[in-house]
C-alpha cells in the first residue's frame, strides 16, 4: 500500500508530468512487443491496454499505451485524456473523436471497440470513478484549464 501511495503522489508532480510522457510510453511499447502482447510495464500499477486507432489527420494506425479502468461488466474500459497534467488534449483523444472505431491489446487480446466521448453527468459518474480508482486524475486536471477528456471504449462484436 505504501508503494501506491509514493507512486500516487510521485506522478501527481510537474517533474514526472514533464519526464513521464517521453519515458513511460516508450518501454511500454518495447516491452510490450518483446513479450508479444503479455506485458506491459505500467499495467504493474494500473491496469492498461495498447490503443491502435486511426490518426486524425494520417489515416495511419497508432499504437499508444495508455493506463485505463475496466468496468464491471468485461467488456469496456475507461480512458482518461490527462496527459499526465500538461496543456493539450493528447493525440490519441483527437484519433477517438475522429474515428471511433479501434481496437485494444487488453490482457494478451487484441479486442476490436468503439470509442465514446463521455459528456455531462455519464462523464461526471465516470470522472468520480476515475478518481476514487486513480486519485492524482485529481492534480492533473487543477494543472490544466481544460476538461479532461473520458472515453468509454465497449468490445464490439
Same mark, same amino acid.
Given at each position: ?7 500516487? /503522489?510521485? +506522478? +501527481?508532480?510537474?517533474?514526472?508530468? /514533464?519526464?513521464?510522457?517521453?519515458? !513511460? ?12 502482447? /503479455? ?16 490518426? *486524425?489527420?494520417?489515416?495511419? #494506425? ?7 479502468? #475496466? ?15 500538461? #496543456? ?14 479501434? +481496437? !485494444? +491489446? ?7 471497440? *468503439? ?9 461526471? *459518474? ?9 486519485? #492524482? ?10 476538461? !479532461? ?9
Amino acid at each position: 500500500m505504501i508503494g501506491v501511495r509514493m507512486v500516487q /503522489k510521485v +506522478s +501527481s508532480t510537474r517533474g514526472f508530468a /514533464k519526464v513521464a510522457p517521453h519515458v !513511460i510510453p516508450a518501454l511500454d511499447r518495447t516491452v510490450h512487443r518483446l513479450t508479444r502482447g /503479455k506485458v506491459l510495464l505500467s499495467a504493474q500499477m494500473l491496469p492498461g491496454v495498447i490503443l491502435t486507432s486511426t490518426g *486524425a489527420r494520417s489515416g495511419l #494506425p497508432r499504437r499508444t499505451p495508455l493506463a485505463c479502468m #475496466p468496468e464491471e461488466d468485461g467488456r469496456s474500459w475507461l480512458l482518461v485524456g490527462s496527459n499526465f497534467g500538461r #496543456p493539450g488534449h493528447p493525440a490519441w483523444t483527437h484519433n477517438l473523436l475522429a474515428h471511433p472505431d479501434a +481496437s !485494444i +491489446s487488453w490482457q494478451g487480446r487484441d479486442i476490436p471497440v *468503439a470509442a465514446r466521448l463521455l459528456t455531462g453527468e455519464e462523464r461526471a *459518474a465516470a470522472w468520480r470513478s476515475a478518481v476514487a480508482f486513480w486519485p #492524482p486524475y485529481v492534480a492533473y486536471q487543477e494543472r490544466v484549464t481544460r476538461e !479532461i477528456r473520458l472515453f468509454r471504449l465497449t468490445a464490439t462484436p
